[in-house]
C-alpha cells in the first residue's frame, strides 16, 4: 500500500478506537459514577446505554449523509463533536448534563462508525481492502476489549472524569491528522442536493430506539412483562411500516435495494450472528474462570487477555488472506474454526488442564480474526452505497453485541434452571455444577448458531458459483 493510503487508514482506525472504547470504558466506572453524583446504580447505567442507543439510531442517517455530501467532511465533523462532548462529559457535575454529553458524543461516534469504512474502501485499491479493513477492525476490536483495562488504570490515579477526558487530546490530534490526508472534494464539481427521506429516518430511528430501550429494560423486569411484550409489538409494528415508506420514496434513507444482493444480506446476518456469541464470552467466562476455577481477578483478568492478543494478530492475517483467497471463502474457514471453538467451551470443565480452555481462547480468537465481514458487507455494495452499507453493517455489530449480552444471560438462567429444577438468576454459590451446565447449554446453542453461518456462507458460495458459469 502506499504511504497516503496507509495515514488514512491509520487516521480512521485511530478515532474507531476512540469509539469503541468508549462503550466498555464506562462500565467500569459507573460504580464510582453512581457514588460521586449520588445516584441510583440503575439510573447511572443508562450513561452507557444512552451512548449506544444514540449511535444504532443514527448510524442509518449518516451513512446515507456520507454518500450524498462527503464521507470525509461526515467523519471529521463526528470527530469534532465526539472530541467536545467528551470535553463536557468529562466537566460534568450532575447526571442530567452527563446524559445529554453522552448523548452528543454517542452522535459523534455515530457519524464516524457510519464512514469509516466507506472511507478506507474509497482509499485503497480493491486487492488491498482485506489487509486495510483488517487493520481498522483490529484496532477497533480493541477499543472493546481494551476499555475495563484502561479505565482501570485511569481509576487507579485520578477521578471518572478522566475516562472522559483522555478522549480530548487524542481526538484534536486525530482531527489535525484526517485534516492533512483526507482527500478534499473537489470545488469545480457542483455541489450534491441533500435529499432525505425524514420520514423513513424517523420511523426506522424510533424502531432501533424502542428496541434498544426495551432490550435494557427487559433484562432488569423480565422479557415476560407485558410492557416489555407490547413494546417489541411496536418495534415491529414501525419496522413494517418503515419498510412501507422505503418501498415508496423516490430517495430512500436505506436504499433496500442492498438486501435483493443474496452475499449482502448473508453477510450482514453471518455477521451479526457472530457479535453475538462474541459477546457470550464476556458474560460466561470471566464467571467460570473466577468463580468455579477460583482464580483472582487479577488473574481471570490476565487469563482474559489471551483473547485479543491473539485477535491482533490473526485480524491481521486474516485481512491479508483476504485479499489472496476472497472475504466469503475465509469466512467459511473461519466459521468452522468458531464452532470447534464453541464446542470446546460446551464440553470443558474445572477438573481438564487449564491448558485446554487457553487452546479455546487460542482457536476462538482466530476464527475471530480470519472471519472477514467487513469486506465480505462492503464489497457486495455500489461506491455510492458504501456509506448506507457501512452504516448497516456498523448497526448490525451492535444489534448484535446489545442481543448476545441478553441471549447469553437468558440461555445461562435457563440452563441452571433447567439443573436445579427451580429458576436461577444469579450465579449459584455452592452449585458450580449448575452454573457449568448452564455455560455448556448455552455454548452448545452458540454452536448451532455458528452452524447456521456454516451453512449460509456454503450456499452463498454455491450460489456465487451458479452465477459465474
Known amino acids: 500500500m502506499k504511504h497516503k493510503q496507509i495515514m488514512v487508514i491509520l487516521s480512521v482506525a485511530i ?14 466506572a459507573l460504580p464510582q459514577i ?72 454517542g452522535l459523534g461516534a455515530s457519524m464516524t462508525m457510519a464512514t469509516n469504512l466507506g472511507i478506507i474502501t474509497e482509499s485503497v485499491p480493491f486487492d488491498k481492502r482485506g489487509k486495510a479493513l483488517g487493520i481498522n477492525t483490529t484496532i477497533g476490536q480493541l477499543g472493546y476489549i481494551a476499555g475495563p483495562a484502561v479505565a482501570g ?7 471518572w472524569n478522566w475516562i472522559f477526558l483522555f478522549n480530548v487530546p487524542i481526538g484534536i490530534a486525530a482531527f489535525i491528522f484526517g485534516e492533512f490526508v483526507y482527500q478534499k472534494p473537489n470545488k469545480a464539481k457542483p455541489r450534491a442536493k441533500l435529499n432525505l427521506d425524514y420520514r423513513g429516518f424517523i420511523t426506522l430511528a424510533a424502531a432501533i430506539g424502542l428496541f434498544f430501550v426495551t432490550i435494557f429494560i427487559g433484562q432488569e423486569i423480565g422479557f415476560h412483562n407485558l410492557g416489555v411484550i407490547s413494546a417489541f409489538i411496536i418495534t415491529a409494528i414501525l419496522v413494517i411500516a418503515f419498510i412501507r415508506i422505503e418501498l415508496k420514496v423516490a430517495e430512500p434513507i436505506l436504499d433496500l435495494s442492498l438486501f435483493k444482493n443474496p452475499g449482502f444480506t448473508i453477510s450482514i446476518i453471518a455477521l451479526m450472528f457472530m457479535y453475538i456469541i462474541i459477546y457470550f464470552n464476556n ?63 460446551a464440553l470443558v470443565r474445572p477438573s481438564w488442564p487449564l491448558a485446554i480452555l487457553l487452546f479455546g481462547f487460542v482457536i476462538f480468537s482466530t476464527a475471530n480474526g480470519l472471519f472477514q465481514n467487513n469486506p465480505m458487507v462492503m464489497e457486495n455494495a455500489r461506491k455510492d452505497q458504501q456509506g ?70 456454503v450456499w452463498l458460495m454455491h450460489h456465487r458459483k451458479k452465477i459465474a458459469k
Open 153 to 159: 488504570i485511569i481509576l487507579s490515579f485520578a477521578s
Open 15 to 28: 478515532v474507531s478506537f476512540l469509539g469503541t472504547v468508549d462503550m466498555s470504558i464506562v462500565n467500569t
Open 283 to 345: 458474560v460466561l467466562l470471566p464467571f467460570y474462570i473466577q468463580d468455579s476455577l477460583k482464580f483472582s481477578p487479577a488473574n481471570t483478568g490476565f487469563i482474559m487477555s489471551i483473547l485479543p492478543v491473539v485477535n491482533v494478530f490473526t485480524a491481521y492475517l486474516g485481512g491479508v488472506l483476504c485479499d489472496k483467497y476472497g472475504a466469503v471463502k475465509m469466512s467459511f474457514r473461519a466459521s468452522i474454526i468458531f464452532v470447534i471453538a464453541e464446542v470446546i467451551f
Open 388 to 457: 448506507v452499507a457501512g452504516s448497516v453493517l456498523a448497526l448490525s455489530r451492535n444489534i448484535g453485541f446489545t442481543v448476545g449480552l441478553s441471549l447469553s444471560t437468558s440461555l445461562l438462567y435457563t440452563g441452571m434452571s433447567i439443573k436445579a429444577n427451580r429458576t436461577i438468576t444469579t450465579y449459584p454459590f455452592g452449585h458450580d455444577d449448575w452454573f457449568i451446565f448452564g455455560m455448556h447449554f448455552t455454548y452448545l446453542i452458540a454452536a448451532i448458531i455458528m452452524l447456521l453461518v456454516v451453512v449460509m456462507l
Open 34 to 105: 453512581s457514588k460521586d453524583l449520588n445516584v441510583p446504580m440503575n439510573q447511572a447505567e443508562w450513561i452507557s446505554s444512552a451512548y449506544l442507543i444514540l449511535i444504532c439510531m443514527s448510524l442509518i442517517l449518516f451513512g446515507k449523509l456520507g454518500d450524498q455530501l462527503s464521507k470525509s467532511r461526515i467523519f471529521q465533523l463526528g470527530t469534532l463533536v465526539f472530541t467536545i462532548s467528551s470535553l463536557v462529559c468529562g466537566l460534568s457535575t450532575n447526571l442530567i448534563v452527563l446524559l445529554v454529553a453522552r448523548c452528543l458524543q
